[in-house]
């Protein structure tokens, strides 16, 4: 039993922040954003507009996709670095504006990684047969913990949800997947404010933000999906040339060349949307294979690598028959 995927959905908040714009608030310049990152424009959230909200919209229009209701969903898991509230969870939250009734809800954070780790373990639910009809979401909205004075990192980030829905199959879907982390890099990428640490500084209005050592992240991101692309294929028993299209995190163009150069795949078969995200952290990968879906680029049969680096670290991948 394989779990397949039978809808995808996606949405974007409609304020939309140009390099154009940014030039006005920092001291950058639209080519030294594209040239370093890839990025030209990202969607920005708008104050009325949160994590959850963004999630059951994405949601809605997956399971319009799939054909399914509320009634038919049996589990529900996002995964966000960014939570409305530190309790009731995202999912949860979801789940209420959608009406779906007295089922598994969680939401996990494992920040960039956050919708590779949700469809991992969604697809262990459905091989189980603990699951018919799973809603796996990653949604974020990132940019509220932003410092739009510091030019190193308020140019890369943007906000957005993207939603599958998985349902159990005879015929191959989710391939394999691969979750993994090492907690030894966490201070080279993290938001250090929160409940149990942090909370008095932010009450007494630290000028809380991401921290990031940019060019120590890159490095690693690229060998460590380097490795990860050889892991899964290994791991699924198939050659790089099986691979139709990559649909990688959107963090940077760089990056994503970088991977794609690994698999020998050219440019046209990897599925580019930070150009026009940003880097939207959890929500980027089905953020970017919904738009590939939608516009007609990745077809039914296809073979699908997905792939993901971020804070934590944490990283992760998922094979996948479409
Ligand atoms: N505009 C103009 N100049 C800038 C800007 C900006 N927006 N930001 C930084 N600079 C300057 C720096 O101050 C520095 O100037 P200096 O040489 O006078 O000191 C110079 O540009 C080079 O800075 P670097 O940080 O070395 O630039 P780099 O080429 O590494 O690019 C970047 C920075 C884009 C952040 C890159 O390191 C990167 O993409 N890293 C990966 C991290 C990432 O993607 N993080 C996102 C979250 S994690 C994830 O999703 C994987």
């Keep these: 039993m394989y779990a397949r995927i039978a809808g995808t959905g996606r949405y974007l908040p ?4 140009t390099n154009a714009d940014l030039e006005k608030m920092v001291d950058t310049t639209d080519e030294w954003i594209r040239t370093r990152t890839g990025i030209q424009r990202r969607h920005i959230a708008g ?11 994405a949601a809605r229009n997956a399971m319009e996709m799939a054909g399914v209701g509320p009634r038919d969903i049996d ?47 969604a697809d262990k639910f459905i091989r189980l047969g603990d699951s018919k009809c799973a809603l796996v979401i990653g949604a974020e909205c990132i940019t509220r913990l932003v410092d739009w004075t510091d030019r190193g990192t308020c140019v890369l980030f943007g906000d ?27 201070d080279l990428l993290s938001y250090p404010y929160g409940v149990s640490k942090g909370f008095d500084q932010l009450r007494a209005g630290a000028p809380a933000a991401i921290q990031m050592k940019g060019n120590e992240v890159f490095k690693v991101a690229v060998n460590t999906l380097s490795r990860l692309v050889d892991q899964t294929l290994a791991k699924a028993g198939i ?5 139709d299209w990559l649909v990688p995190h959107q963090a940077n163009l760089r990056i994503i060349q ?10 046209k078969q990897v599925v580019v949307t930070v150009t026009d995200h940003g880097n939207t952290s ?11 879906v939608r516009d007609g680029r990745i077809k039914r049969g296809q073979t699908l690598l997905l792939e993901t680096f971020g804070g934590g670290f944490t990283w992760g991948s998922a094979l996948v028959r479409y």
């Design 14 to 17: 409609p304020k939309v922040l």
């Design 47 to 57: 104050p009325d507009e949160t994590t959850s909200s963004m999630a059951t919209e």
């Design 75 to 121: 589990l529900v898991v996002v995964g966000t670095t960014t939570p409305d509230v530190v309790f009731p969870n995202v999912a949860t939250l979801v789940q209420a504006n959608l009406g779906i009734r007295d089922t598994p809800a969680f939401s996990l954070e494992t920040a960039c990684s956050g919708f590779v780790y949700a469809l991992g373990i």
């Design 160 to 186: 957005g949800a993207g939603a599958v829905i998985l349902k159990p199959s005879e015929e191959p879907g989710i391939l394999t997947t691969i979750l993994s982390a090492d907690g030894a890099y966490g």
């Design 239 to 243: 050659d790089r040339e099986a691979i």
């Design 258 to 267: 970088a991977a794609a150069k690994k698999l020998e795949l050219p440019m």
């Design 282 to 292: 959890a929500a980027s990968i089905p953020l970017a294979l919904d738009t590939a």
